[in-house]
């Protein structure tokens, strides 16, 4: 998970441990809003890189880090996601772009709230 805050310079990354139960991956949007804090808290002007060079530096190779690491977890996110209407109660397979958005059952034709489920086994 990427903090960051608007109003400050700093951002820190968090990384889940890879077997606890009570952690949940950022959605697209979410991630994609911490990208940007981010990217934006580890811009320096023209003046300060001409000032601290190796300041600058250190930066534009976090950036570099930053970009990379996002893509990687974008393409974790895309790919597709179970889902199920309770109405109906059959499974569906959908893009995970469209997870957490209020879709259409293909089989009964209701909306529902497209929530992620474990795979069928």
Avoid: Q
Avoid at 106 to 111: A, G
């Amino acid at each position: 998970m990427l903090l960051t805050e608007a109003s400050s310079h700093h951002a820190v990354l968090l990384l889940p441990e890879p077997n606890d139960p009570n952690a949940s991956l950022l959605s697209a949007s979410e991630l994609h809003r911490h990208f940007k804090l981010l990217i934006k808290a580890l811009r320096v002007g023209p003046d300060y890189a001409i000032d601290y060079p190796s300041s600058a530096n250190v930066a534009e190779e976090a950036l570099c880090h930053a970009i990379k690491a996002y893509d990687a977890l974008t393409a974790l996110l895309l790919g597709t996601f179970w889902t199920a209407y309770a109405g109906c109660r059959l499974f569906h397979k959908f893009e995970r772009k469209y997870a957490e958005y209020r879709l259409i059952c293909p089989s009964c034709h209701r909306t529902f709230l497209a929530v992620e489920v474990p795979p069928l086994p």
